[in-house]
């Protein structure tokens, strides 16, 4: 463990810039939004702006990515194919908790399956994640509920414990500690890991009681929709409360969901383009001749909650596909956000 | 990190010629094709059963399940045109190229059901993706019991692989029973629904496996017809085709249930099929 004075961020940052595009959180300077986007001025990087509008997964799987293009001649009978190789080493630095467990989760997904998709490990391998302890939730968050925060205990290269006048740096990984070093941190003091407890303690206590319940609920939730005790009255219900909008899918730190088109431009190859897509979507399931499979919305609705609560799912990412961030719960206009979900359920069986 | 563990072209689809094109039935063409790449052409596996998905170059990629065997069975593609892809893969001609990755997939599984008698049941199309089954139950002729092909269709027109059904006729206890839904003038098979043919064959229960795909209506009744007559669940086999974009179980287009049909299926016993819970 390291100290880093509060005034030597900029050092940091300006030694992961040498080799990465940076990524952080900034506040946008009309709406004052969190967004993670790309730092096209480093000094802007606000490791205090809340929880980011869009989590940092759009980092590493891009909202709209080309992934190969080709180009055939009819005439020639000539075939130009080539993966799209525009992945640049990034370093991610302000990376939340639960954002980070969403990345967990992804990876895993993504590379830890039968098949192993190219396009995210190329993004994966070349990313630096500096994560950043919350000292205390926003009015969205219950990490706490889905053991993914506040606090960071794995899946960084360094992680920031804001503890006044410094950060304690914590090194994840050899990038992590090889970075430390580079840099010539100080050592951090005896004392350091019991400051760091007592401030991550500290911010667990000022959660919302309400979703400090929530907790024992969440895993109930998990119990009664794997095994498929959540009535369809509920199901129908949540359905018809949604908008199809899939804000929901987007907002969301787990969500991978995609869609692949191929994009010839008036000139120049064709791409291959995949985008983000979400199972509220009512194209999602269609096939070719119009037979879609999987038609109330009710049924695609339910799909979301089995992704992120049901066991099966679960054994994918190793944990529940939640991780409390909140968002989904920010932006459906259709007020069926994942903690809502979990009231309906838990309605259900006690009635209030 | 990991790298994908099977022998599949993952990512970049592999460059291939369309080296003759067939009319089957109506909107339905056979393309057989053969890699560029000499190594890959010597190389390229697939299990009976697997899908691979096809690119058309400028207009997309789809998933087709694959109709041929692995073993001595030239390749190709049964494609029927549905939409702006397909439409597209119509449009090729020999000496064209596609793009294929793959395979991917379960495929059937031939070890376990060795010794039964195999009853391939089909509709219309359907008998595309199992095609192979028969292929290699001919092949390996001693592996199983009686051999029989239920098939049907609305007209003789839309009968596929009628010449293939004749030749594989020559191979000894091989039986064929062929039906359309109405009488025309010249038809010498069976007339009615595939699933009278189940009686008329006399398609034993013991110690058998069947294969059924088509369309949801005549899936249905064969079901209930080889159920009904104590045909356990687990030893009716079916394979389904859904909308996919990856093939490799990321895009997650096409979940079924708890599955997904790209990584779990595309074959599935009647058993899973019944605990999925969705519209097949
Ligand atoms: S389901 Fe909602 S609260 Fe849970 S991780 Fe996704 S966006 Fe966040
Ligand atoms: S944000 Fe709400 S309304 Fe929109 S797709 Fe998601 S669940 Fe439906």
């Not at chain 1, 400051?195 to 303690?201: H, K």
């Not at chain 2, 890699?35 to 400028?58: K, N, W, Y």
């Not at chain 2, 039986?175 to 009686?199: K, M, N, S």
């Amino acid at each position: 463990m390291h100290i880093l004075p509060k005034s030597g961020l900029p050092r940091l940052v300006e030694a992961l810039g040498e080799q990465h595009e940076l990524y952080g959180p900034i506040l946008h300077e009309v709406s004052g939004d969190a967004l993670f986007e790309k730092l096209a001025d480093p000094a802007a990087l606000r490791l205090d702006a809340p929880i980011p509008y869009i989590p940092p997964k759009a980092a590493v799987f891009p909202h709209f990515e080309e992934i190969l293009h080709y180009a055939y001649d009819r005439d020639s009978k000539k075939v130009d194919i080539a993966r799209t190789d525009l992945v640049r080493p990034k370093a991610l630095i302000g990376v939340r908790s639960c954002d980070l467990t969403g990345l967990a989760c992804l990876d895993r997904f993504y590379l830890g399956q039968e098949f192993v998709d190219e396009v995210y490990r190329d993004h994966r391998r070349r990313t630096f994640i500096v994560a950043n302890t919350c000292l205390g939730p926003f009015p969205q968050c219950f990490c706490v509920c889905t053991d993914s925060g506040p606090y960071a205990v794995e899946g960084y290269d360094l992680n920031l414990t804001d503890l006044g006048d410094h950060y304690l740096v914590e090194s994840g990984s050899e990038k992590g500690a090889a970075l430390a070093a580079r840099l010539g941190l100080a050592p951090a003091g005896a004392d350091a890991a019991g400051r760091r407890d007592a401030a991550v303690n500290a911010s667990i206590a000022s959660f919302d009681p309400a979703a400090r319940e929530n907790k024992a609920w969440i895993s109930r939730a998990v119990n009664r929709l794997t095994t498929g005790f959540v009535k369809n009255e509920t199901w129908e219900y949540i359905g018809h409360q949604c908008f199809e909008c899939g804000a929901c899918s987007y907002v969301c730190p787990t969500c991978s969901c995609f869609n692949i088109e191929d994009v010839t431009p008036a000139e120049g190859p064709t791409g291959r383009i995949r985008t983000w897509d979400s199972c509220s979507f009512e194209g999602y399931s269609r096939m070719a001749g119009e037979h879609n499979p999987r038609r109330p919305i009710e049924d695609r609705r339910n799909k979301r909650f089995f992704c992120k609560l049901s066991y099966s799912q679960s054994k994918k990412y190793l944990r529940p596909g939640c991780v409390g961030c909140g968002r989904c719960a920010r932006v459906c206009p259709g007020d069926i956000g994942l903690p809502n979900v979990v009231q309906y359920i838990r309605r259900e069986t006690t009635g209030r | 990190m990991a790298e994908s563990p099977l022998n599949a072209i993952v990512t970049v689809p592999a460059v291939a010629e369309i080296t003759e094109i067939k009319d089957e039935i109506e909107e339905v063409r056979t393309f057989y094709f053969s890699f560029d790449h000499p190594e890959l052409e010597r190389s390229f596996r697939a299990r009976s059963g697997q899908f691979i998905m096809c690119t058309v170059f400028g207009a997309g990629e789809f998933a087709v399940s694959l109709p041929f065997s692995p073993e001595n069975d030239r390749r190709h593609l049964s494609v029927r045109r549905v939409g702006k892809v397909t439409d597209g893969l119509h449009a090729l001609r020999p000496g064209d190229k596609i793009g294929i990755r793959g395979p991917f997939g379960n495929g059937f599984p031939f070890d376990a059901i060795k010794g039964r008698n195999m009853v391939v049941i089909a509709g219309g199309i359907g008998l595309i993706p199992l095609r192979s089954t028969l292929v290699h139950a001919l092949q390996h002729r001693a592996d199983f019991g009686r051999i029989i092909l239920l098939y049907g269709a609305r007209s003789s027109r839309d009968l596929m692989y009628l010449s293939q059904i004749e030749d594989w006729r020559k191979t000894e206890g091989f039986e064929a029973f062929l039906t359309i839904d109405r009488a025309e003038p010249g038809w010498a098979g069976e007339v009615g629904f595939v699933h009278t043919l189940i009686e008329k064959a006399k398609v034993p229960v013991e110690n058998t496996v069947a294969f059924v795909c088509g369309p949801p209506i005549m899936f249905n009744a064969n079901i209930k017809e080889l159920t009904g007559r104590g045909l356990k669940d687990e030893f009716i086999f079916s394979t389904l085709e859904r909308h996919m974009k990856c093939g490799i179980g990321k895009c997650q287009h096409c979940a079924i249930g708890r599955t997904l049909v790209c990584t779990d299926g595309p074959v599935y016993t009647y058993k899973q099929l019944k605990t999925l819970g969705e519209q097949i």
